[in-house]
């Protein structure tokens, strides 16, 4: 059948184009991409090419489909997981394989399977590794942005804390703690303040860090401290060049105490420094950004690491619990990934938007691949809306959900194109 993707041919070569996918496998899956969000990940790939660790050398000649948090419906399931699944399903998937010690990965790996298309076939390796998943929700968007979210939550189980009587590890960030989270009003460090509202080990505050001012008023717009004081918990933002010393403003708001539980979400050295001169007796830090430089070092205070115990650790990626977590957190509404979304586009939209990604301000750029249309900043719904029927309906939506994407502004794109969300 023929399909639609935006395909990888080598660094910097990004192509939109139509072609035939092979017939599947008896061990494998035809689907139908409904939407697929992109990652700065995916940039890094794009940006190295054959040099990124998960890109096959013969890209050049078997281009690869980009894009891995994505969500659709099954159309053709292969005789070997019949039993397991049903054409007409919607699905989520896990991205990170680690089959046989392979680092292949959809939206890096696969010649015919990624985000970035109309349709693709799922590897037999998803599957035996659990990781296409029956998706229960109302939008697909929420399952795309499940990706992400998982890497979040693997973030909060992974940091870890100690019990000097008999040396075990308490896992997850501590309860009653104070949480860090630097640079954390981008999409991911949203996401992570989202997430920590609602952790199970509840913390008394969670500081949040950026340097600009107009993502700090937006992360106080979608994630307001009186929200979070309803829950219990202090919420602070910071512009860290508004400090006159940013240890002494920060160590202060922490009541002298440090911070149990630090996230780096900017791949900078001072910020890195900070976040480990920050930590708290029995302190964890989770260097979360990933560097695209190989050679990346910051200092860290091995004094404090021997005599207060201090931990440095990074988590990349989330397992299959941790997808399921935030898709069952996402469907039931206790968390809304949708504060991490800023522009929607559609596929025609995705290949310049991956090249440019690092330029375009705000968060998530979220698309959907049936259908084109030109990325558009959720701001601008209203300007548009002037002239155009379509964005004057996305914009009274998405205000009457404080100014968020939402499972009802889907449901009017799909209308609008004419897209049936079935196989």
């Given at each position: 059948m023929k399909a639609k993707a935006v395909r990888l041919y080598g660094k910097d070569d990004l192509?939109?184009?139509?072609f035939e996918l092979p017939e599947i496998r008896e061990d494998e899956i035809l689907v139908k991409v409904m939407s697929d969000s992109i990652c700065m990940s995916t940039y890094k790939l794009v940006d190295q090419g054959k040099a990124h660790k998960r890109c096959p050398q013969n890209v050049d000649t078997n281009p690869v489909i980009i894009g891995h948090e994505f969500a659709g419906v099954i159309v053709e399931v292969g005789e070997k997981w019949k039993d397991q699944f049903k054409p007409g399903q919607k699905f989520a998937q896990q991205p990170a394989l680690n089959y046989k010690g392979r680092l292949d990965s959809p939206g890096y790996s696969y010649e015919w399977c990624g985000g970035a298309t109309t349709y693709c076939i799922m590897p037999h390796e998803v599957m035996e590794l659990g990781c296409?998943?029956?998706?229960?929700?109302?939008s697909f968007y929420k399952a795309s942005l499940g990706e992400p979210m998982s890497c979040i939550i693997g973030g909060y189980h992974s940091n870890y804390h100690t019990n000097k009587r008999d040396h075990s590890h308490a896992m997850g960030t501590k309860a009653g703690g104070n949480i860090l989270i630097m640079g954390g009003c981008g999409?991911?460090?949203l996401g992570a303040v989202e997430y920590g509202l609602n952790f199970e080990n509840k913390p008394k505050r969670i500081?949040?860090?950026d340097i600009d001012d107009a993502r700090i008023e937006r992360a106080r717009t979608v994630i307001s401290p009186e929200s979070a004081a309803q829950k219990g918990i202090e919420l602070v933002y910071v512009n860290t060049t508004a400090l006159e010393d940013a240890y002494d403003g920060l160590m202060t708001i922490s009541e002298g105490h440090g911070y149990d539980d630090v996230f780096v979400y900017a791949p900078i050295r001072q910020v890195a420094e900070l976040g480990d001169q920050l930590l708290a007796f029995d302190g964890c830090m989770n260097f979360f950004a990933g560097p695209t430089n190989k050679d990346f070092m910051a200092d860290i205070n091995l004094y404090n690491v021997h005599y207060t115990s201090s931990h440095i650790m990074g988590t990349t990626g989330g397992d299959n619990n941790d997808l399921i977590e935030?898709?069952?957190?996402a469907a039931r509404g206790v968390i809304d990934p949708s504060v991490m979304v800023t522009h929607i586009g559609g596929i025609d939209s995705i290949a310049e938007a991956t090249l440019g990604l690092p330029k375009i301000p705000g968060g998530k750029k979220l698309t959907?691949?049936?259908?084109?249309?030109p990325l558009t900043a959720i701001e601008d719904f209203a300007k548009l809306g002037e002239t155009d029927p379509l964005f004057k309906k996305l914009a009274d939506c998405c205000d009457a959900h404080n100014g968020l994407w939402n499972d009802d502004a889907e449901a009017i794109l799909f209308r609008h194109f004419g897209i049936c969300a079935e196989a």
């Open positions: 192509r939109l184009e139509e296409l998943m029956p998706y229960e929700g109302k999409p991911m460090g500081v949040v860090t935030a898709n069952a957190l959907y691949t049936q259908f084109n249309m």
